[in-house]
């Protein structure tokens, strides 16, 4: 049974970090694209970060560009995303997504093309 499942959230000061982690089960990371989205309350999701099968191609939201880092740990099948500097403006539920994606661009890192999905963790940036 194919499973991500996400931690790591929660309440931040602006310019925090947090770490981002997403351990899937039931099939092999390494061979699959994984991503990070998120979901503002009246928005819709977006593509924050996505990396491609072998790692090969990567894409950032600019608005996070030089301030997250997606990753992944092939020996504990897991993906991470390290963000840095919060702002209020990154306030949202996050989603990690796995998916054999070939090529990671603005269009393919976007919730259609990504077809296993984790249930979600709040991030909150606030004072």
């Known amino acids: 049974q194919v499973q991500l499942v996400e931690s790591g959230g929660g309440l931040v000061q602006p310019g925090g970090s947090l770490r981002l982690s997403c351990a899937a089960s039931?099939?092999?990371?390494?061979?699959?694209?994984i991503g990070w989205f998120r979901q503002a309350p009246g928005k819709e999701r977006e593509g924050v970060s996505c990396i491609s099968n072998r790692d090969a191609s990567t894409y950032y939201l600019d608005s996070v560009k030089g301030r997250f880092t997606i990753s992944r740990d092939n020996a504990k099948n897991t993906m991470y995303l390290q963000m840095n500097s919060l702002k209020p403006e990154d306030t949202a539920v996050y989603y990690c997504a796995a998916d054999p994606i070939a090529v990671v661009t603005t269009t393919t890192c976007s919730s259609p093309y990504f077809g296993a999905w984790g249930q979600g963790t709040q991030v909150t940036v606030s004072s």
């Open positions: 039931g099939f092999t990371l390494d061979y699959f694209a």
